[in-house]
């Protein structure tokens, strides 16, 4: 029997399908409403309660802390699988096969190079200038460098713009960084792996051999796996709707990353770091500033605590808390900032307050840890969250696409003045 929904307006009954999730979650398909009631439309700011796709690629459920990439758990995904392989399953649906992956990486790899006058643009930009806005101007510089647009029905056609974004993007991901460190910049050795490259490229002194250590790669590769998706947040979303208009891939995806930037979203990892940086050069007492978390009277709140969706844990935070114990061992670092996030995280997890309201540290408390042990340095903390969600973003564009989704286009209620007559300055 068919699932409804029945609502009335004005006593007058219409009755909506109910759509069932492989999860069993149930949505209410509300595509007729505006026809069938002759007009009326959803009011729902943030999209709180709206569905805005069907989508085959992630599943969270923030209740019971379960993050899963096309059915396959989180925890897994990140103890077994490498960044490229978690890519590839996000974007094609399916782990790769060994002759697959090793495809895959190979043709990256063949479009990794970056044209010398996408250098000229960085050039350009202020040493100072955030990282996050370099890196959204040259993602959406590369369409200039490579115009020929997509043939979206063309399965080459897509796979070739994937691989070249997937290419491209680490080199300006380091780019960046060596900007603001004032770094010659590297294009990077094809002959290494992907992450050995991508570490190359970031850390490499131009008067020093580089080799990644074992927990370098081991850190980077859980960190990028952790972000790669997170179902329609606020910078997936972004990218869909920027791609519904069919703009090309690279100018969706550089529309995403300035969605990311906001503290509200993947800025929270640097607001971390500085939070900590904060407490440390007020004398280290982080008991005083628990104290005022709690205090209802100060607007104070501990960064990298508390989710918006994972209400119980975000399982993200459990796998990484582990990865950056693991990191500052095997690095022997040793950093009074550090000292705070251990000592803030040990009362708050054992305080009332935080206990009571379901608040334990999140992805982000424990990223920017890990981010500083590495020297990366606090800006560039969202351009690496931004590395991670890389192949999220590609998969979720092109899901979009395949499916043949209409143009974003909200409705809205209209709550200015009604129709009024022009009056001319003079007697204004
Ligand atoms: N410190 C102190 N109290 C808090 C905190 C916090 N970080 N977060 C929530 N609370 C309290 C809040 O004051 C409220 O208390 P009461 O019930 O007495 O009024 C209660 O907990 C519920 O808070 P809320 O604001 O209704 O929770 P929310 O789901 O709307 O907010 C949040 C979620 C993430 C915005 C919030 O927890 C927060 O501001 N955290 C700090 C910022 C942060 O770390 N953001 C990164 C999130 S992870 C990034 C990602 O996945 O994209």
Redesign the pocket.
């Known amino acids: 029997m068919s699932k409804t929904a029945v609502l009335e307006i004005e006593g007058k009954k219409y009755e909506f399908p109910l759509e069932v999730g492989s999860e069993k979650e149930l949505a209410i398909d509300i595509k007729q409403l505006r026809g069938a009631t002759n007009g009326v439309t959803t009011i729902d700011p943030g999209f709180k309660n709206t569905g805005s796709c069907k989508s085959a690629i992630t599943f969270l459920d923030g209740e019971q802390g379960i993050l899963r990439y096309r059915g396959y758990a989180i925890e897994d995904l990140a103890e077994k699988a490498s960044f490229l392989e978690v890519s590839y399953l996000l974007i094609f649906g399916e782990l790769p096969t060994k002759v697959q992956l090793d495809k895959f990486e190979q043709d990256i790899k063949d479009q990794s190079l970056v044209d010398e006058d996408v250098h000229k643009i960085l050039d350009a930009f202020p040493k100072n200038a955030h990282p996050m806005g370099v890196l959204s101007s040259l993602t959406s510089a590369l369409t200039a460098f490579n115009p020929k647009s997509v043939e979206y029905s063309s399965a080459d056609d897509m796979y070739k713009a994937i691989v070249m974004l997937m290419g491209k993007f680490p080199v300006l991901v380091s780019w960046c960084m060596r900007k603001m460190k004032g770094l010659p910049l590297d294009f990077g050795d094809v002959d290494l792996g992907y992450e050995e490259n991508f570490a190359m490229m970031m850390f490499k002194r131009p008067n020093k051999q580089y080799k990644a250590s074992k927990v370098v790669l081991d850190a980077l590769d859980k960190l990028l796996i952790l972000h790669a998706d997170?179902e329609q947040?606020c910078s997936t979303s972004t990218v869909r709707i920027v791609g519904s208009s069919h703009a090309g891939l690279f100018a969706s995806i550089s529309a995403g990353i300035s969605a990311l930037w906001g503290p509200?979203?993947?800025g929270?990892n640097q607001?971390?770091i500085e939070m900590l940086e904060a407490i440390k050069n007020d004398g280290g007492d982080y008991e005083k500033y628990i104290a005022k978390?709690?205090d209802?009277n100060d607007p104070f709140?501990?960064?990298?605590?508390?989710?918006?969706?994972y209400k119980n844990f975000?399982p993200r935070a459990k796998i990484i808390k582990v990865a950056a114990e693991q990191v500052l061992n095997d690095l022997g670092i040793e950093d009074p900032v550090l000292d705070v996030a251990k000592g803030l995280s040990d009362v708050a997890l054992n305080d009332e307050?935080?206990k009571s309201?379901n608040?334990y540290p999140?992805?982000?408390?424990y990223s920017g840890i890990i981010y500083r042990a590495l020297g990366i340095p606090v800006e560039m903390f969202t351009v690496l969250f931004a590395m991670g969600r890389l192949p999220g973003w590609i998969a979720q564009w092109k899901e979009m696409r395949e499916n043949k989704e209409p143009i974003g286009r909200p409705r809205q209620l209209y709550v200015g003045e009604p129709l009024r007559p022009y009056v001319s300055i003079e007697n204004r």
């Open positions: 997170h947040n509200l979203h993947g929270a607001a971390v978390a709690k209802k709140r501990l960064m990298g605590f508390g989710h918006r969706v975000d307050y935080f309201r608040l999140n992805v982000d408390f």
